[in-house]
């Protein structure tokens, strides 16, 4: 069973940073990887991802430049690397696999963990 556990959430003033973890644990190989975030009251919506390799990367405009995902295929863990937070990033950041290398979809979620930017 695929299991994602985010870490590194926390509260943070504008213009702070913050790295957010992604462990994954349950099934051997490396596969696409990605974070998304909800705010209150919005959906779900897109933040980065990164191919199993590593090699390929993707970002909302909203948060590029800012924003930087890798991945330590070694410890089957993923980061995001976040600069520059605004009050507008605060929502909740989920951590997704993909079920297949080469998916463009995400089937797995983690439970979560709560970005606050403070103004």
């Known amino acids: 069973q695929v299991q994602l556990v985010e870490s590194g959430g926390g509260l943070v003033q504008a213009g702070g940073s913050l790295r957010l973890s992604c462990a994954a644990s349950?099934?051997?190989?490396?596969?696409?990887m990605g974070w998304f975030r909800q705010a209150p009251g919005k959906e779900r919506e897109f933040v980065a991802a990164i191919s199993w390799s590593g090699g390929s990367t993707s970002y909302a405009d909203s948060v590029k430049g800012r924003f930087t995902i890798s991945r330590d295929n070694a410890k089957n863990t993923v980061y995001l690397q976040m600069n520059s937070l605004k009050p507008e990033d605060t929502a909740v950041y989920y951590c997704a696999q993909g079920r297949t290398r080469y998916t463009s979809s995400f089937d797995y979620w983690g439970q979560g963990t709560q970005v606050t930017v403070s103004s």
């Open positions: 349950g099934r051997t190989g490396n596969y696409p």
